[in-house]
């Protein structure tokens, strides 16, 4: 596949955008053999995982959020006596139960700059240590390094493939024709953005036709089928020769009305990761890991209309039969005013890129000196790191 750098506005502004527009999911996949299976899922809009996993234990973080923060008594799912999981989350209590859920808390990119989305993805999925460092994605390099096949070629190549796996190796891609659309605040935010740009302007424009009326013909009830058809296809194909499947669920960018907003993309989080484990079935979900992960957290203190902006420390979601959770993992770096970075996000205490090669070096044995020289430039990881006791 030809190398690609991934920019959002010539995405939108290039001939496939009324085709991708109202999707913003491409899946991609990698065969190889062996047994081991492994998900990435891109929370695009920067997830804030001080809701998703609230440390409602924690002294003064209700004075931060009056209106974000709950307890158990108010609906939250207490975890561990500290943290407890946001109600919309019900759906993957089991899986925390069983040992097949785990968050790690304060983690991020080396990301610092103007909190952009566009550029924390890009580092986000590139894997490198500055903005636009990395041409190619942290998954697609990772494939030159893990013994595959390449007998399975493409099922269907009609939208161009995110960043993340994007590079040299030959990878497939499908694109649903669902209704994974972007949520309303992004495209507010896209059309303000690019407002001065006639050429963006009048894709967009198509492109928002095409998603009203592919939504208008949908029966009711199939709102939100999207993710779960996503889920389900990747769960089929990584039951046959395709290890590794990448696909992205949008909508968490709440700077307002935040109570309400984050419920759908909560629910299709745990939406995904159910569906994959039912697709897959007991033996091969034991063998898989899924790592969710977003470009950068929010501010710990919720802003004047409900929602929160754009921080820093962020919250990763790992799945699968293939590690030991019902755990919060990471070190958590506290919240009082000396702890934060800023004086408003949350602290990374950890990089991002160490736990997606932790997940590599667990499930395909790549070396730590590959993950470190040709997959994760400047990262620290070796045989002492503590995300291999996931």
Not at 89 to 109: I, Q, R, Y
Not at 158 to 172: A, F, K, M, Q, R
Request: aromatic share 8%; glycine share 10%.
């Amino acid at each position: 596949m030809t190398n690609l750098v991934l920019s959002r506005r010539s995405f939108l502004a290039s001939a496939c955008c009324v085709a991708a527009a109202p999707i913003f999911t491409p899946v991609t996949f990698a065969a190889m053999p062996g047994d081991n299976r492994f998900v990435t899922i891109v929370l695009r809009g920067a997830m804030d995982g001080l809701d998703l996993v609230q440390p409602y234990g924690e002294t003064g973080f209700a004075a931060l959020r009056p209106t974000l923060a709950l307890t158990p008594d108010a609906g939250l799912f207490d975890l561990d006596g500290h943290f407890g999981l946001h109600p919309e989350a019900a759906d993957l209590l089991p899986l925390w139960k069983n040992k097949e859920l785990a968050f790690v808390h304060a983690v991020s990119t080396p990301y610092r700059d103007q909190r952009s989305h566009f550029d924390g993805q890009d580092m986000l999925e590139s894997g490198g240590e500055h903005v636009s460092e990395e041409k190619t994605g942290w998954l697609n390099r990772a494939l030159a390094v893990i013994p595959r096949s390449d007998a399975r070629r493409a099922i269907d190549i009609n939208t161009t493939t995110e960043l993340i796996l994007s590079g040299p190796n030959n990878v497939d891609v499908w694109a649903s024709d669902s209704g994974l659309d972007p949520a309303k605040d992004e495209m507010q935010f896209l059309k303000r953005l690019y407002a001065g740009d006639p050429a963006f302007a009048s894709a967009m424009a198509e492109a928002t036709r095409a998603n009203a009326a592919s939504m208008s013909a949908e029966p009711d009830g199939m709102r939100g089928k999207g993710v779960v058809e996503v889920a389900t296809f990747a769960g089929g194909m990584l039951k046959g020769d395709y290890r590794i499947a990448s696909f992205s669920i949008s909508g968490w960018d709440t700077h307002a009305g935040q109570i309400e907003q984050f419920k759908r993309p909560v629910q299709e989080l745990a939406q995904a990761i159910n569906t994959l484990k039912a697709t897959l079935g007991a033996d091969i979900w034991s063998k898989t890991v899924v790592l969710a992960m977003t470009e950068f957290g929010r501010t710990v203190r919720e802003n004047g209309s409900g929602g929160t902006d754009h921080g820093t420390g962020g919250c990763a979601v790992l799945a699968g039969g293939g590690i030991n959770g019902g755990r919060i993992l990471g070190r958590w770096p506290g919240l009082n005013d000396q702890q934060l970075l800023d004086a408003r996000d949350l602290a990374p205490t950890a990089d991002i890129r160490e736990l997606a090669a932790a997940a590599l070096y667990r499930q395909f044995d790549v070396t730590a000196g590959d993950l470190t020289s040709k997959i994760f430039p400047g990262v620290s990881f070796d045989k002492g790191s503590q995300f291999l006791r996931i």
